[in-house]
């Protein structure tokens, strides 16, 4: 009889906890993860409410490579390759390059002509117009399909449990976009590339040969002067600039322009970082060039003059006047910035 009542209790004790549980499950503490910071690299931006965690990078990796966030089988992944430091040997749907991604936790702004500063705005603003991603929005907004995908699916719901305390097939679609967003920016700001052979050759680890430091010697001085644009160990200003590609701009040449109106924006681009620029081609908002032999001999040029062309670009009409040795002394040190463990880890 005792023993009765000790199991009944049991039960009812045991039935109630689960119950419980399935109400309100108990809130997860998601694992804070620690980025170090690259020799010379400034601390990286965060946005406040979206701090680096275990769980949600993890969440943000697995998405980026899902095509469970498009209607026609993408995935960032099919654009974004890893081989190619998450650029793509082909441009954009719209005729924009396909932006690489790494060390973007340190960008001040995003996409050629600047229109989103925050990184877990991307993939679903207007930047890449055409793209399916485009469509997350889009497709959330007519008949939320990415929700009945969430809902069958064998992970996602206790994975983004784990990383934002979330049921994320019970909330409004605002708060489901965000949390998708946050976590494919917690995953991108861990894409960090700081070690190439030129990195090495700064702590020392390895000599560049006498090419390669030739080519240093002309991208950091007067003679090359790439620096004052490419600058810092990001290889960027984070600044916009006319660097004379065209003299009159047409649709996506327009540049910052298309996003700030102010005719004096005509035709600049937000400085992209040079760090394995060796995998990135093709080169240029609209991938014009297709190899850096082409690039450098439009900066040996001079390059065409129009309005806006910056006054760092100071051999309008002159050009660099670099020897074919010089050029190919460049481009020697430009392939020191490639990072190769970025392409394979
Ligand atoms: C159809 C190809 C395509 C797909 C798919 C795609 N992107 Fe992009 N991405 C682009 C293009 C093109 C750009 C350059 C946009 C511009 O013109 O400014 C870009 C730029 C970006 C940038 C800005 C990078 C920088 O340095 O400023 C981020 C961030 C980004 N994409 C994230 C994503 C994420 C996250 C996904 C998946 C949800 C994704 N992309 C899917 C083509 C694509
Ligand atoms: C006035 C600033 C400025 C100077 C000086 C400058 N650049 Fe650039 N560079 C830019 C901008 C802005 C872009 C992007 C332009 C565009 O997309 O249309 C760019 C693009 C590039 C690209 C293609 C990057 C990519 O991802 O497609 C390479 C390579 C490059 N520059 C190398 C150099 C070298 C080498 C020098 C020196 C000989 C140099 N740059 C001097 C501003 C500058």
């Known amino acids: 009889m005792k ?3 000790i199991i009944i209790l049991a ?36 946005e406040e409410d979206n701090p680096l965690t275990e769980e949600g990078i993890a969440l943000g990796e697995k998405l980026y490579f899902d095509n469970i966030l498009s209607t026609n089988g993408n995935s960032c992944s099919s654009c974004h390759y890893q081989e190619f430091a998450y650029s793509s040997p082909s441009i954009g749907p719209t005729g ?3 932006m690489p991604h790494f060390n973007l936790g340190w960008k ?15 993939d679903l603003g207007d930047l890449e117009d055409g793209n399916p991603f485009l469509n997350i929005a889009g497709v959330m907004g007519q008949n939320d399909s990415i929700l009945s995908r969430f809902k069958k699916h064998p992970v996602y719901k206790e994975m983004f449990r784990k990383a934002f305390n979330v049921d994320i097939v019970n909330v409004d679609i605002d708060t489901r976009k ?16 700081a070690n190439s052979k030129y990195d090495k050759y700064l702590r ?17 001085t007067e003679k090359g002067d790439c620096f004052h644009c490419h600058s810092t160990a990001m290889f960027t200003d984070h600044l916009f600039h006319n660097n004379g590609i065209s003299s009159d701009f047409l649709g996506v040449d327009k540049g910052r322009y298309l996003v700030t109106n102010n005719t004096e924006d005509m035709g600049k681009f937000y ?10 081609s093709p080169y240029m908002h609209d991938g014009r060039f297709e190899t850096l032999e082409e690039v450098i001999e439009h900066y040996n040029s001079g390059g065409h003059y129009s309005t806006t062309i910056d006054p760092l670009m100071k051999k309008v009409g ?10 190919q002394d460049l481009i020697a040190f430009l392939i020191t910035l490639s990072d190769t463990e970025f392409l394979t880890n």
């Open 3 to 5: 023993n009765l009542v």
């Open 318 to 327: 002159i050009g660099l006047q670099l020897t074919e040795q010089e050029k």
């Open 271 to 280: 400085t992209p970082s040079l760090r394995n620029i060796e995998f990135t």
């Open 11 to 46: 039960t009812i004790f045991i039935f109630s906890c689960k119950y419980e549980d399935a109400l309100t499950p108990e809130p997860y503490t998601p694992t804070p993860y620690f980025l170090a910071t690259p020799q010379d690299f400034p601390d990286m931006k965060f």
């Open 178 to 193: 965000k949390h998708i967003s946050n976590a494919l920016a917690q995953f991108m700001r861990t894409l960090v590339s």
């Open 108 to 122: 001040k702004h995003f996409g050629w002509a600047g229109g989103e500063k925050v990184l877990e705005l991307v």
């Open 204 to 220: 020392n680890e390895l000599q560049l040969t006498t090419s390669q430091l030739n080519g240093f010697v002309i991208f950091n």
């Open 96 to 98: 924009n390059n396909i």
